[in-house]
């Protein structure tokens, strides 16, 4: 089992910065990627950024540029540096892990992420 936690969400304005954490715990040895989702009121979860514990790194096109997906392997955490923040990033952002590919067996429990015009 692995256990994920997020921090680091709030209210920003517009071209603002934040920063997510998310940290992992238990059996770390089970899991190589890790991931960034997001849900917006009345959207479907879609993914924002992933990375694999080779270092490879996808993100989802309307945030190429902005948001930059990193891990700390001795900290067992992910981050998400998101600059330049639009209205339209406003949701709550899921960390996930999984052995492979988009195979998320585990998830964070979310933190809102509000950006104010």
């Known amino acids: 089992q692995v256990h994920l936690v997020e921090s680091g969400g709030g209210l920003v304005q517009a071209g603002g910065s934040l920063r997510l954490s998310c940290a992992a715990s238990?059996?770390?040895?089970?899991?190589?990627?890790m991931g960034w989702y997001r849900q917006a009121p009345g959207k479907q979860r879609e993914l924002v950024a992933r990375?694999?514990?080779?270092?490879?790194?996808n993100y989802a096109d309307s945030v190429k540029g902005r948001f930059t997906i990193s891990r700390d392997s001795a900290k067992n955490t992910v981050y998400l540096q998101m600059n330049s923040l639009k209205p339209e990033d406003t949701a709550v952002y899921y960390c996930a892990a999984g052995p492979r590919g988009l195979d998320y067996t585990y998830w964070g429990q979310g933190t809102q992420v509000t950006v104010s015009s």
């Open positions: 238990g059996s770390i040895f089970s899991i190589n990627t």
């Open positions: 990375i694999n514990f080779g270092g490879s790194t």
